[in-house]
């Protein structure tokens, strides 16, 4: 019998229909290589691992490994380490593609999205279980109260969708809130231009106290002197949650000039 461990925000999904699902939203061909984070009980490493060419998973719990290992799945390395703490420049050396699918840790989730999204080089999805009110962030629009500093950097470095809702009761042991499966796709080409560093540096600044407006937030970035050199008074008293992300890689842009 397996102790569900509270730290690792496990919550594991069984359902075979379910799991079915998630390989085929994230398309996972005898090409792809895929990077499961949280392997769990293996349940969807299992249905990966019929469709990939390889899976590496990663899990935190030791106390998993004779479970995981005992799975004999013989296109599957699993690494038993923190994956928030490897160097994805190694990971990715021999690798030149990959996909990644994965049951994310609900406490964790947003850390692990950014580290992706801001280290990876060669990912070109990610199709991940995250909490219904993430999903809801990820995709959100300008102008919305789910809009923020994640719903911008997605659409930076790509295009997410939601593909489908997945309730609480479908876990052991069930969660608070019910889950959805988020597709994300990958545009390197994008906004290659610019730097990315620089810019999420940017967008942060740009939310950092929601209620207050662009000329504030900015101001500890740039000068108001130059803020209203560039923009004229109408912008500079919008707020951050009504930019589109071409209106913030445009706003970027000329005060980067």
Do not use: C
């Not at 496990?10 to 085929?24: C, E, G, T, V």
């Not at 959100?140 to 009761?169: C, H, P, T």
């Not at 707020?239 to 000329?254: G, P, Q």
């Amino acid at each position: 019998m397996f102790n569900f461990k509270k730290k690792y925000g496990q919550n594991f999904l069984s359902d075979k229909n379910l799991l079915k699902a998630i390989a085929n939203d994230a398309e996972v061909t005898k090409k792809d290589v895929v990077l499961e984070i949280g392997a769990g009980a293996g349940a969807l490493t299992q249905e990966l691992s019929l469709l990939a060419q390889k899976v590496v998973a990663f899990e935190i719990d030791t106390d998993l490994k004779d479970e995981l290992l005992s799975l004999n799945l013989p296109n599957v390395e699993f690494i038993f380490q923190d994956f928030m703490k490897v160097n994805l420049k190694d990971f990715e050396k021999d690798i030149s593609s990959y996909k990644v699918v994965a049951n994310l840790p609900y406490y964790i989730t947003t850390p692990i999205i950014f580290k992706i999204l801001e280290e990876s080089e060669k990912v070109n999805s990610l199709t991940i279980m995250v909490q219904k009110e993430v999903a809801e962030r990820i995709v959100a629009e300008n102008s919305g109260k789910d809009y923020g500093i994640l719903s911008v950097m997605i659409k930076f470095y790509g295009e997410a969708q939601i593909s489908r809702i997945v309730k609480r009761q479908m876990f052991n042991p069930m969660p608070n809130v019910d889950s959805a499966v988020v597709v994300i796709k990958i545009d390197r080409d994008k906004y290659s231009d610019i730097d990315k560093e620089k810019f999420s540096k940017f967008v942060k600044t740009a939310f950092s106290m929601r209620r207050k407006t662009l000329l504030n937030n900015l101001s500890s970035l740039y000068s108001k002197d130059i803020l209203k050199a560039a923009f004229d008074e109408k912008f500079l008293t919008r707020r951050a949650e009504s930019l589109s992300i071409n209106e913030f890689v445009e706003t970027y842009k000329k005060l980067e000039k």
